[in-house]
């Protein structure tokens, strides 16, 4: 089975530059959510997917960033004009929508770093 | 607002030693769900437990066990015999609607 997967796992770029990261959830969840954890602090929610619908995108997700989820499956998060605040680890997570519901599972996360 | 509070920033043990990590969490909900993952250095977050606000049994699984106690609107979670393997950070998480909110984690070092 499967797990979820994410490219890149490291990402260093300088100010100013666009930056697309991309997720691949687990091959049956049709629930996929992007969250972000910076140093010292749990994993704060960015948006999540509903299959390609996104159904919730949270106010830390400023105009900068963009996630897509075209067909369904893979999904990729844009950040546009890179601050040095959006230096964190970006961590990805699928589920189902029914029974087990709300067990999220996780990839191994983006670490995204602006200098 | 759903909310967790994890108070220990950090743990140190030495091998084999039981440590109880601490979960106080806050809700309005009359039913939800409760979570603890581990966070190994390798960065990836990995599913421990779902509990069900309906059972409040304790569970044990091999050296790791919770306690769920509604009236104190903890989850807490112990380890058993701890091993090095067990170093990482972990995180109790109460779902919001369809997302998880997690506390901040506690960090356990346990050394040889």
């Known amino acids: 089975d499967t797990g979820v997967s994410q490219d890149p796992r490291h990402k260093i770029t300088k100010r100013g530059q666009n930056v697309t990261f991309r997720c691949d959830p687990i091959s049956e969840h049709n629930r996929l959510y992007w969250y972000r954890q910076t140093l010292g602090q749990g994993p704060e929610f960015l948006t999540y997917f509903q299959n390609e619908a996104q159904l919730e995108k949270s106010r830390l997700l400023s105009d900068r960033f963009s996630a897509e989820r075209p067909k369904g499956s893979f999904s990729t998060l844009e950040i546009q004009r890179t601050e040095q605040g959006d230096s964190a680890m970006y961590l990805c997570?699928?589920?189902?929508?029914?029974?087990?519901?709300?067990?999220?599972?996780f990839g191994p996360g983006t670490r995204l770093t602006v200098t | 607002a759903q909310k967790v509070t994890q108070a220990q920033t950090e743990i140190s043990v030495v091998e084999k030693e039981d440590v109880t990590l601490d979960c106080v969490y806050e809700?309005?909900?009359?039913?939800?769900?409760l979570f603890w993952y581990k966070q190994p250095p390798s960065g990836e977050l990995v599913f421990l437990i779902r509990?069900?606000?309906?059972?409040?049994q304790n569970e044990i699984s091999g050296r790791y066990s919770w306690n769920f106690q509604k009236s104190t609107s903890s989850f807490n979670f112990t380890i058993t015999a701890s091993q090095v393997v067990d170093s990482a950070v972990y995180f109790c998480?109460?779902?919001?609607?369809?997302?998880?909110?997690f506390g901040t984690g506690t960090r356990l070092l346990v050394s040889p």
């Open positions: 998480a109460l779902p919001s609607f369809q997302k998880l909110v």
């Open positions: 509990r069900n606000s309906f059972d409040e």
């Open positions: 809700t309005r909900d009359t039913t939800y769900y």
């Open positions: 997570a699928s589920s189902l929508t029914s029974g087990r519901a709300y067990e999220q599972y």
